[in-house]
């Protein structure tokens, strides 16, 4: 199916949580059924700095009106599961990192031919 993509944003500066709603209206050419569609952005933390993780979600509505008045309603659920997400893969990945055994040649500590001779030269 072939659509017209329109994109809507809303200004909110008095919502500390959605300062700004983004809305995609997704209308198929043959005339049927528009899809609204939500899209946000959840800043993480990590070691590396900030990242920047899109979240799109559908909004349940037959206007733009409409639409951003259910915003906040079908976000939430949405990066709630982003969160639980990211946070169950970064549990799975700690704990994969502490039960690896690092070997001495993954350290350039020998092995593989990277000898270290200790004794005192003559």
Known sequence: MIYKAEE?????????????KHI??????DGSKKTFVGQVTLGLQTPFGIQQVPIS???????IEE????F????EPKIREARQGIEEEIR??????SR????????????GGNIIDFKPRK
């Open 8 to 20: 809507y944003v809303e200004e909110c500066p008095e919502n500390p949580k959605f300062p700004v």
């Open 24 to 29: 995609e209206v997704l209308t198929p050419l």
């Open 57 to 63: 979600f559908t909004i349940p509505a037959e206007t």
């Open 67 to 70: 639409a951003f008045r259910e």
């Open 72 to 75: 906040e309603k079908c976000a």
């Open 92 to 97: 799975r990945l700690r704990s994969e990192v």
């Open 100 to 111: 690896r055994i690092v070997r001495p040649d993954e350290l350039g500590l020998g092995g």
